[in-house]
T-cell receptor
Framework: NAGVTQTPKFQVLKTGQSMTLQCAQDMNHNSMYWYRQDPGMGLRLIYYSASEGTTDKGEVPNGYNVSRLNKREFSLRLESAAPSQTSVYFC???????????????FGNGTRLTVT | AQSVAQPEDQVNVAEGNPLTVKCTYSVSGNPYLFWYVQYPNRGLQFLLKYITGDNLVKGSYGFEAEFNKSQTSFHLKKPSALVSDSALYFCAVRDWMDSSYKLIFGSGTRLLVRP
């Protein structure tokens, strides 16, 4: 049982290049999320998908797009990378986040992106 | 909007001593609070949560957290620290925005346990 898998683990881009970060979960979770982690700022939500077929902006969506390809997969695309997007990106998922029990998020191991 | 604050960037403690990592929250309504831990080059791992009920919540790896409504705090505690507890700890609150729930994270506290 792999949980949440992110690819690639590391990436270096030049300013203006594009790339897609991939995320897949095998826990049959409904909701998926993309966060970025920067020193001293904790994790900030970029985009999320509450359920298959829906996506919504989070706290810092500018410069990013997402696709919920199916229930398992949720990708994050940088169309024209900028140095300000240098960060560690985490994908997360949860079964029924709006439920009474408050299901915890399950995180992938991250993608470390550097934009030069 | 809901928010959490972690006032300490770093906490240092000797192995065997008790540890506390602080978190305060600002929410409207009843808070759903979480603690996560992050080891180097890994994603965050869930430690424990407070939804309702007892103010002392027990979680993984011997950690516990105390919910204090009057002080709007949710401090993480462990009676006896281990070197292996050294990691980055995040407090989080569940927020309701745009008809969906999300997790809002604090800035994180680095815990260093010295032998």
């Amino acid at each position: 049982n792999a949980g949440v898998t992110q690819t690639p683990k590391f990436q270096v881009l030049k300013t203006g290049q594009s790339m897609t970060l991939q995320c897949a979960q095998d826990m049959n979770h409904n909701s998926m999320y993309w966060y970025r982690q920067d020193p001293g700022m904790g994790l900030r939500l970029i985009y999320y998908s509450a359920s298959e077929g829906t996506t919504d902006k989070g706290e810092v969506p500018n410069g990013y797009n997402v696709s919920r390809l199916n229930k398992r997969e949720f990708s994050l695309r940088l169309e024209s990378a900028a140095p300000s997007q240098t960060s560690v990106y985490f994908c997360a998922s949860t079964h029924l986040f709006g439920g009474v029990e408050g299901s915890p998020l399950h995180f992938g191991n991250g993608t470390r992106l550097t934009v030069t | 909007a809901q928010s959490v604050a972690q006032p300490e960037d770093q906490v240092n403690v000797a192995e065997g001593n008790p540890l506390t990592v602080k978190c305060t929250y600002s929410v409207s309504g009843n808070p759903y609070l979480f603690w996560y831990v992050q080891y180097p080059n890994r994603g965050l791992q869930f430690l424990l949560k407070y939804i309702t009920g007892d103010n002392l919540v027990k979680g993984s790896y011997g950690f516990e957290a105390e919910f204090n409504k009057s002080q709007t705090s949710f401090h993480l505690k462990k009676p006896s620290a281990l070197v292996s507890d050294s990691a980055l700890y995040f407090c989080a609150v569940r927020d309701w925005m745009d008809s969906s729930y999300k997790l809002i994270f604090g800035s994180g506290t680095r815990l260093l346990v010295r032998p």
